[in-house]
C-alpha cells in the first residue's frame, strides 16, 4: 500500500502512523521535516510551500513504488504541506513499515531524498529581517504554471 498527498493542513502524525505496518512487519519507521528557525546562517520566520500537485502526485507514486521494489517496503505513507509554515510545524511526512530495520530505514531515506530532489515542491524562506527568497529548488526555473495569486508575485495568463 503507498499513499502521497499534498495538503495545505496541519499534517496529522498520529493519524498516519496508524496507517503503517502489518502482522509481517518487523519495522515501522517515520520521518517527520520539521520547520526550523535558521538556515545557512539566516533567522527563519515561516516557510511557504508551492507545488504543481498533478505532476507531483504522479512523481510521488513512482518514487513510492521504486523504494517498494528496492526494499521490500510493504506501506509507505508520505504527505507534504504547501502554503505557509511557521517554525515548528511539519512540512513533510514520510512513513514506511517492512519486515526488517535495515529495510526500513533505508526506505524511508530513499523516499524522502527522491521526494525532495525530484517533485515540483517550491520553498520560499521568509527571514527575521524582513528578505525572503526561493531555497532548494530543483525544479524552479519559472518553468511552471502559476495561478494568479502566486507567491512568485507574478500574473499567469
Excluded at 53 to 61: G, I, K, T, V
Excluded at 65 to 85: N, P
Amino acid at each position: 500500500m503507498i499513499s502521497f498527498s499534498i495538503t495545505d493542513k496541519e499534517i496529522d502524525c498520529a493519524s498516519l502512523r496508524e496507517k503503517l505496518g502489518t502482522a509481517e512487519d518487523g519495522a515501522i519507521l517515520v520521518f517527520e521535516g520539521v520547520v526550523r528557525n535558521h538556515n545557512e546562517g539566516k533567522a527563519v520566520k515561516s516557510l511557504f510551500y508551492e507545488a504543481c500537485e498533478s505532476l507531483a502526485n504522479a512523481e510521488a507514486e513512482r518514487i513510492m513504488t521504486e523504494a517498494v521494489f528496492k526494499f521490500g517496503l510493504s506501506r509507505i505513507v508520505c504527505v507534504h504541506r504547501t502554503g505557509h509554515l511557521k517554525v515548528g510545524d511539519v512540512a513533510v511526512f514520510v512513513g514506511v513499515s517492512t519486515g526488517h530495520r535495515s529495510e526500513a530505514f533505508a526506505g524511508c531515506r530513499y523516499v524522502i531524498d527522491e521526494i525532495k530532489h525530484r517533485l515540483p515542491i517550491w520553498k520560499k524562506e521568509h527571514y527575521q529581517d524582513g528578505s525572503h527568497e526561493w531555497v532548494n529548488c530543483s525544479h524552479h526555473e519559472h518553468n511552471h504554471q502559476h495561478s494568479p495569486k502566486s507567491e512568485h508575485g507574478e500574473v499567469s495568463v
